[in-house]
């Protein structure tokens, strides 16, 4: 019979200020533990658990896990705050983010910060379980449908500061004439705002670059 692939315990934190997820995730990881086909066979040792950010950042310090499950919107502390502590007191600390948030700002912010891998909380579990090998291995992974939101929510990117602004009171129910106004400019050049606005984020009526906008996160906080 051929030998066993011997396994390793990979520490882990879990930071979720909801309890059915962090139970959740614990019976994840049990479920990968008992999977002999997996690529990378460990198991899973739960060292810590926090329910806000300050905790997160505790158990990160007193642990330094190998592996750290992060809720980016938990009380106390936001989830690039704890990524960056993540990096300065256990840079070998593989992050997961799991989250519900659709931001393409917040998502791209997170990825910036230093996340190893986000999936959605929407995912199918067996998403994770499948890529969990690799994260462990050094890859770095994001959800397709995340991939997709921030990919779309850089589109606003390349829209001009005028561009945005003349965006944001269409969204808002201005008239060509009410927008020239308060930009104290034209309303031909407002017009022109408006196409430009509409060539860039590929759209041919004011009800789809509403949309847009809306489904991109590309309207400014009033």
Same mark, same amino acid.
């Given at each position: 019979?051929?030998?066993?692939?011997?396994?390793?315990?990979?520490?882990?934190?879990?930071?979720?200020?909801?309890?059915?997820?962090?139970d959740?995730?614990?019976?994840?990881?049990?479920?990968?533990?008992?999977?002999?086909?997996?690529?990378?066979?460990?198991?899973?040792?739960?060292?810590g658990?926090?329910?806000?950010?300050?905790?997160?950042?505790?158990?990160?310090?007193?642990?330094?896990?190998?592996?750290?499950?992060?809720?980016?919107?938990?009380?106390?502390?936001?989830?690039?705050e704890?990524?960056?502590?993540?990096?300065?007191?256990?840079?070998?600390? @593989?992050i997961?983010?799991?989250t519900?948030?659709?931001?393409? !700002? /917040?998502?791209?912010?997170?990825?910036? +910060?230093?996340? %190893?891998?986000?999936?959605?909380k929407?995912?199918?579990?067996r998403?994770?379980?499948?890529?969990?090998?690799?994260?462990?291995?050094?890859e770095?992974?994001?959800?397709?449908?995340?991939?997709?939101?921030?990919?779309?929510?850089q589109?606003?990117?390349?829209?001009?500061?005028?561009?945005?602004?003349?965006?944001?009171?269409i969204?808002?129910?201005?008239?060509?004439?009410?927008?020239?106004?308060?930009?104290?400019?034209?309303?031909?050049?407002?017009e022109?705002? @408006?196409?430009?606005?509409?060539?860039?984020?590929?759209?041919? !009526? /004011?009800?789809?670059?509403?949309?847009? +906008?809306?489904? %991109?996160?590309l309207?400014?906080?009033?």
């Amino acid at each position: 019979m051929p030998s066993e692939v011997p396994r390793k315990t990979t520490t882990v934190v879990i930071a979720d200020d909801h309890s059915i997820i962090r139970d959740a995730i614990h019976d994840l990881l049990s479920m990968a533990t008992v999977n002999e086909a997996a690529a990378s066979p460990s198991n899973f040792e739960i060292v810590g658990t926090a329910e806000n950010g300050l905790e997160a950042i505790a158990a990160i310090k007193g642990h330094r896990p190998a592996l750290l499950f992060l809720d980016i919107s938990m009380p106390l502390a936001g989830g690039a705050e704890i990524i960056h502590d993540v990096r300065r007191w256990s840079p070998d600390t @593989r992050i997961i983010i799991f989250t519900g948030v659709t931001s393409p !700002s /917040v998502l791209a912010g997170i990825l910036e +910060a230093g996340a %190893d891998a986000i999936f959605s909380k929407l995912s199918p579990a067996r998403d994770m379980l499948a890529k969990l090998p690799l994260i462990l291995l050094g890859e770095r992974y994001v959800a397709p449908e995340l991939t997709d939101i921030i990919r779309k929510g850089q589109r606003g990117e390349i829209l001009t500061g005028r561009e945005r602004q003349v965006l944001n009171m269409i969204v808002m129910g201005k008239s060509n004439k009410e927008i020239a106004l308060e930009l104290n400019i034209s309303p031909k050049t407002v017009e022109k705002h @408006r196409g430009s606005v509409m060539l860039k984020l590929e759209v041919h !009526s /004011v009800a789809q670059l509403m949309a847009r +906008a809306l489904k %991109d996160g590309l309207i400014d906080a009033m």
